[in-house]
């Protein structure tokens, strides 16, 4: 099973649910149709995680933002 996980509620919302539960996070971000990508740290965080958000996860293949790194100067 994936730690990953596409969630259609807003990133705020998404965190401080995961921070209420204990679910460590390893990567957030903010889907371009809404929603967010939730990449949790262990898998039984993201099975806690699948549990809590059942009723929001989107099923399927989302489109992303483009990853753009600036590297530190």
């Known amino acids: 099973m994936s730690r990953a996980m596409n969630i259609k509620l807003p990133e705020p ?8 539960l204990s679910i460590s996070v390893s990567a ?11 990449v949790c740290t262990t898998i039984e965080g993201a099975d806690d995680a699948r549990k809590k958000f059942k009723k929001n996860l989107i099923e399927g293949k989302v489109k992303r933002f483009a990853f753009y790194w600036v590297p530190p100067k």
């Open 13 to 20: 919302e998404v965190l401080a649910t995961c921070n209420n």
């Open 28 to 38: 957030i971000e903010t889907l371009p149709s809404g929603g967010t990508h939730l």
